[in-house]
T-cell receptor, first 115, second 112 residues
Framework: DAGITQSPRHKVTETGTPVTLRCHQT?????MYWYRQDPGHGLRLIHY???????DKGEVSDGYSVSRSKTEDFLLTLESATSSQTSVYFC??????????????FGPGTRLTVL | QKEVEQDPGPLSVPEGAIVSLNCTYS??????FMWYRQYSRKGPELLMY????GNKEDGRFTAQVDKSSKYISLFIRDSQPSDSATYLC????????????FGSGTRLLVRP
């Protein structure tokens, strides 16, 4: 988890409210990813970023948006949270500038409950 | 059919046993193969990775890839209670923006 923080670590919210999760890195990695982890599904990619202001959709992007205005921060927004978005959310980074872009390093996770 | 299949377990073994964890995948374009270990309520941590068919050894851990049969294995020798965790396989490819496709994970319990 060194060099990657996620905030908040835990959040309980109500259906229909907007939620923003933050991923912050101090490693200057180019790529950043948001995953959700649910029982029986493993880690599924929501959105990813390949540079400042450069983002793309992953496997399960519906209902989520992202923004990356600077290298170190990648924000995930649930515009109107639903109970199906109750999950554990992980941020990951890769691309250390030393030629190794393949390996991803994960943050500690955010546990989100939507009531 | 999922792109990466992994038996969810749980797999329960006595301390000192040799453990074999396996995944199959369907996309022949995958170029590298990661294994992550995840302890309860923690983020996944990179354990090993390999780029080619064959074996790669790191201490008590050996990663094996057979690209012809699209089969990935992780062997743990002399398993310890501290190895109790969920193990995730994750193949990926540079032509897909370095995205990894994760298996659902196998939960391992090593009994003292």
């Amino acid at each position: 988890d060194a060099g990657i923080t996620q905030s908040p670590r835990h959040k309980v919210t109500e259906t229909g409210t907007p939620v923003t999760l933050r991923c912050h890195q101090t490693e200057n990695h180019r790529y950043m990813y948001w995953y959700r982890q649910d029982p029986g599904h493993g880690l599924r990619l929501i959105h990813y970023s390949y540079g400042v202001k450069d983002t793309d959709k992953g496997e399960v992007s519906d209902g989520y948006s992202v923004s990356r205005s600077k290298t170190e921060d990648f924000l995930l927004t649930l515009e109107s949270a639903t109970s199906s978005q109750t999950s554990v959310y992980f941020c990951a980074i890769s691309g250390d500038g030393g030629g190794n872009t393949d390996t991803q390093y994960f943050g500690p996770g955010t546990r989100l409950t939507v009531l | 059919q999922k792109e990466v299949e992994q038996d969810p377990g749980p797999l329960s073994v006595p301390e000192g046993a040799i453990v074999s964890l396996n995944c199959t995948y369907s996309n022949s374009a995958f170029q590298y193969f990661m294994w992550y270990r995840q302890y309860s309520r923690k983020g996944p941590e990179l354990l090993m990775y390999t780029y080619s068919s064959g074996n790669k050894e790191d201490g008590r851990f050996t990663a094996q890839v057979d690209k012809s049969s699209k089969y990935i294995s992780l062997f743990i020798r002399d398993s310890q209670p501290s190895d109790s965790a969920t193990y995730l396989c994750a193949p990926g490819g540079r032509d897909s923006s370095y995205k990894l496709i994760f298996g659902s994970g196998t939960r391992l319990l090593v009994r003292p």
